[in-house]
């Protein structure tokens, strides 16, 4: 195995779970949520497109949902320690979301 690091899970953010499989190729899964990359020949490519791989998560700070046609439709989102699943208020730019887990800090749209 190459001397490169596996950085954190992007969509669950888990670092211990992250492990390189062999089945006669290559490829990273996360072993909480199942996220997986493509495969590949050589242990060094699996884990170079797992590591620059972009996270969907994007942070609040970033952007928010903008042009929403339907205020229904649900997002997923974080807080600092929970996941769950919010709709976006485009009336009055805010997440309709029912815990008290805090502040959401980052969201993607459901897949």
């Known amino acids: 195995m190459p001397n490169e690091e596996l950085k954190p899970c992007p969509f669950c953010g888990i670092k211990k779970k992250v492990e390189v499989g062999q089945d006669d190729m290559f490829y990273v899964e996360c072993l909480k ?9 050589f242990d060094v490519n ?4 797992w590591n620059t791989r972009p996270s969907p998560w994007v942070p609040v700070t970033r952007r ?4 929403i046609k339907d205020e229904r439709t649900p997002y997923l989102v974080k807080t600092i320690d929970v996941y769950g ?15 008290d887990s805090g502040e959401v800090v980052k969201w ?4």
């Not at 928010?64 to 042009?67: A, D, K, N, S, T």
């Not at 208020?89 to 309709?96: A, F, I, K, T, V």
């Not at 993607?108 to 897949?111: A, E, G, K, L």
């Open 33 to 41: 949520c199942g996220a997986k990359t493509d495969v590949y020949l």
């Open 108 to 111: 993607m749209p459901i897949p």
């Open 64 to 67: 928010l949902p903008v042009g």
């Open 46 to 49: 699996a884990i170079s497109a």
């Open 85 to 99: 699943v919010a709709l976006w208020r485009e009336y009055d730019s805010g997440w309709d979301w029912e815990s």
